[in-house]
Nanobody, 117 residues
C-alpha cells in the first residue's frame, strides 16, 4: 500500500514563499520520478515540476526561476520551494510519484495554496 502525505500549503501574500513537502510511504518498490502538479476549478491538472531519482529536474515555464523541486531519496520525500508567489499560482497542489513494475502513478490528497494580491 502506498500513502503520500503532503504538508506546507496555506495562504500567503503575493511575493511571499511557501515550502511544500510530500512523504511517500513505500516499501515494495523503488520510486522513479517524483513531482508536483496543480489544479484550479474547471481546469485540468497541470505539471509544475518533476525530479528524477538521479536529481534531474523539469519545470513548467511559468515557475522557472521561482520554484525549486528537490528530493531526499533516503526519506522518500519530495519538496517544492515556492518563492515570489503570484496570485496565478493559487491552486490545489498534488504530489505525484511514479514507480513499480509498470511505473504506475500515485497521488497525494492535495494541499491548497492561496496567494492573495
Amino acid at each position: 500500500q502506498v500513502r503520500l502525505v503532503e504538508s506546507g500549503g496555506g495562504l500567503v501574500l503575493a511575493g511571499g514563499s511557501l515550502r511544500l513537502s510530500c512523504a511517500a510511504s513505500v516499501t515494495t518498490f523503488s520510486i522513479n520520478d517524483m513531482g508536483w502538479y496543480r489544479q484550479t476549478p474547471g481546469k485540468q491538472r497541470e505539471l509544475v515540476a518533476t525530479v528524477s531519482r538521479g536529481g534531474n529536474t523539469h519545470y513548467e515555464d511559468s515557475v522557472k526561476g521561482r520554484f525549486t523541486i528537490s528530493r531526499d531519496n533516503a526519506k522518500n520525500t519530495v519538496y517544492l520551494q515556492m518563492n515570489n508567489l503570484k496570485p496565478e499560482d493559487t491552486a490545489v497542489y498534488y504530489c505525484n510519484i511514479k514507480g513499480g513494475v509498470f511505473n504506475r502513478d500515485y497521488w497525494g490528497q492535495g494541499t491548497q495554496v492561496t496567494v492573495s494580491s
